[in-house]
């Protein structure tokens, strides 16, 4: 760092100072040195406040802080804990964003660092030093950071560790901010929804403290889109826990997912967790018995897709394009433009709206697109006459418009979907299944169960099972 003092006007001022004057200088560069930490400070916590923080933006912040900590040697105490904050913070919300365990495993490292250096410099009684130095906020994020770890690793040691982190979060802060609750809540499995419970009642005293302060700039007011993510969490942990053959339940659930969408309209996150609800559910529809009706899950889906449809105009999708797009490949159209451009949202929304469209056409491979009304079904009716429904053709092309856009999405869909017995095709199936396998999309999701048609397929068998059956096979 160039320091903001002048040198003597001759070399004997410089190599030779009089103690005054050193005193004097050491203390302009301490300044200055303050300035400067506290002004990157200041900089990586609004970077960290923005609302949406992208995954570079991210990285370069971990980068700011260990450059800052290794610049400045002797940073006081403060700021040194700041510091580790900061980079715990800027990882928990990295390993947020990708579930990633390792990255988590480095936040949980930054916050036990603070543990540590608080220990080792402060005078003052442990437990009260640490509360004053981690805060609300901070025990929430360590506990964010080991949920993660005990999610991969289903290590009980780990979530006992989460919760003990997000407890100690609402004990500092008294137990009724939104955020504390909101992370608690998460890493609950037993007990979840009455917390869902006492964060609608927080929520409603925050909406009128809202109204009597109208026009405030508290960054702190509990919004519209954070009371969202508790009806969507209460949501996930309905479906988790319903009576599976319970049509009750089923309604509760979605009218839940609904109440979610409908508090933040332009959020994803509810209507493709609603998709993985109704898809699964669909496919299980015999549990639940008559209800609901074939008029009542096509409405259902119908009313899915619409919202799909918003959320892909507003990233500047249209969904006709999907049509145009396999069409372009099929026809082998020199037109097709290679480096097509799309928001990043748009292959992951393609990809949940086909598999909820895949299997509600898996569940009623012959109704009409037009009436909702079954088409009447032939003693024997060949399959090239089901796959031409026109659902099912509108599945497939947002699934492999996905693909096109994203090389892991789509193709383990589109496996399952020609794997289904009403419209098995072995070959298309061992493509789009091969096709997930080598971008490794398997990793992530393969159920054996939905390719009982190919189970006693040479090639299946070969890429499926393990070692010893490769063996077997070959032999």
């Known amino acids: 760092m160039t320091p903001k003092w002048k040198r ?6 410089v190599t030779h100072p009089s103690s005054k004057r050193s005193a004097i200088d050491q203390n302009d560069r301490d300044f200055s040195d303050q300035e400067e ?3 990157e400070l200041s900089s990586i916590n609004n970077l960290l406040e923005e609302e949406e923080t992208s995954q570079k933006q991210t990285w370069q912040i971990g980068k700011r802080v260990k450059k800052l900590l290794e610049n400045h040697e002797n940073l006081p105490i403060s700021k040194e804990l700041d510091a580790y904050f900061l980079w715990g913070t800027a990882l928990t919300r990295l390993a ?3 579930e990633d365990p390792i990255l988590a495993n480095a ?3 930054k916050f036990e660092q603070m543990i540590q250096l608080n220990h080792d410099k402060q005078d003052t009684a442990e437990e009260d030093a640490i509360d004053e130095a981690l805060g609300p906020v901070g025990f929430s994020l360590w506990g964010s950071a080991l949920l993660i770890i005990a999610t991969e690793t289903l290590n009980e040691q780990v979530l006992d560790q989460a919760l003990t982190k997000l407890e100690r979060a609402i004990q500092v802060d008294g137990g009724t901010t939104f955020e504390t609750r909101f992370q608690f809540a998460k890493a609950l499995k037993e007990g979840a929804l009455q917390v869902c419970s006492t964060l609608q009642d927080i929520y409603s005293i925050e909406l009128e403290k809202n109204k009597v302060q109208e026009g405030s700039d508290d960054d702190d007011q509990v919004t519209s889109q954070d009371f ?3 009806k969507l969490l209460e949501a996930v942990l309905q479906g988790l826990l319903e009576d599976s053959g319970s049509v009750e339940d089923f309604c509760r659930t979605i009218t839940l997912y609904q109440e979610a969408s409908v508090l933040s309209p332009e959020s994803a996150e509810a209507v493709m967790e609603k998709t993985n609800y109704l898809a699964a559910r669909c496919l299980a529809k015999t549990t639940l018995g008559a209800k609901p009706t074939v008029q009542e899950w096509t409405k259902l889906f119908d009313n899915l897709e619409a919202e799909y449809k918003s959320l892909l105009i507003a990233a500047g999708f249209d969904l006709i394009e999907c049509h145009y797009i ?8 020199q037109e097709e433009l290679e480096d097509e451009e799309v928001d990043e949202r748009v292959p992951h929304l393609l990809n949940t709206l086909g598999k909820g469209l895949a299997a509600f056409v898996r569940s009623f491979p012959h109704l009409d697109y037009n009436t909702g009304q079954r088409q009447k079904k032939k003693q024997k009716r060949k399959r090239h006459e089901v796959a031409g429904n026109a659902r099912f053709t509108h599945a497939v092309e947002v699934l492999r418009t996905a693909h096109h856009f994203h090389d892991k999405l789509g193709s383990y869909y589109l496996a399952c979907l020609y794997a289904s017995p009403a419209f098995e095709d072995e070959a298309q199936c061992r493509i789009w299944l091969e096709t997930a396998d080598s971008y490794g999309a ?5 159920d054996a169960q939905e390719f009982s048609t190919m189970h006693n397929k040479t090639w299946f068998k070969r890429l499926t099972g393990p070692v010893v059956q490769l063996e077997e096979v070959d032999g």
């Open 8 to 13: 003597g006007a001759n070399d004997n001022a």
């Open 37 to 39: 930490i506290d002004a």
């Open 96 to 98: 947020s964003l990708n």
């Open 107 to 109: 936040a949980v490292d």
């Open 228 to 230: 969202a993510q508790v």
């Open 326 to 333: 396999c069409h372009r490949k099929d026809t082998h159209n």
């Open 442 to 446: 398997l990793e992530d999701e393969f």
